[in-house]
């Protein structure tokens, strides 16, 4: 068991890490939407990446719609193991929507020999939804 302060060094390491390992400077918030945004996420039981809505709600479901109209072309073309989930609660309990895909069980932030499964699975993740995004960007946009 680690202590927060101990938990906290090591989250900043890995992420200090992953940075160093795949330099890039991602989309994350630089869609040119208000509330549709990446995250990466990586915590003692799973690493995904995401492409997040959270909006108004009736922004959020055209949004949603959106990118559900999009789900085939994602799916064969670019992460086949994607997950859509209209209501994806956060842990302080608010509701947003997310596509992410994820990798569970086999990676922890607390165990350093799992690290590299996970950068390269965020790196490799994140690359195919920015690309989805790049090419149907205008598609998407309302």
Request: charged share 25%; with cysteine; net charge positive.
């Amino acid at each position: 068991m680690f202590s927060k302060n101990e938990a906290k060094r090591l989250r900043q390491e890995f992420w200090i890490s992953f940075g160093k390992s795949f330099p890039k400077n991602w989309i994350l918030y630089n869609t040119k939407v208000k509330g549709l945004n990446f995250k990466f996420h990586f915590d003692t039981k799973t690493a995904y990446v995401a492409l997040c809505i959270d909006m108004s709600p009736i922004k959020q479901q055209a949004y949603w719609d959106k990118i559900v109209s999009h789900k085939s072309i994602l799916e064969t073309d670019f992460l086949p193991q994607v997950i859509f989930d209209a209501f994806f609660k956060l842990p302080e309990d608010k509701i947003i929507s997310v596509v992410y895909v994820s990798i569970e069980s086999k990676v922890s932030i607390h165990d350093k020999s799992s690290w590299r499964d996970a950068m390269e699975f965020l790196n490799d993740s994140m690359l195919k939804f920015e690309e989805f995004y790049t090419l149907y960007e205008n598609t998407i946009k309302i």
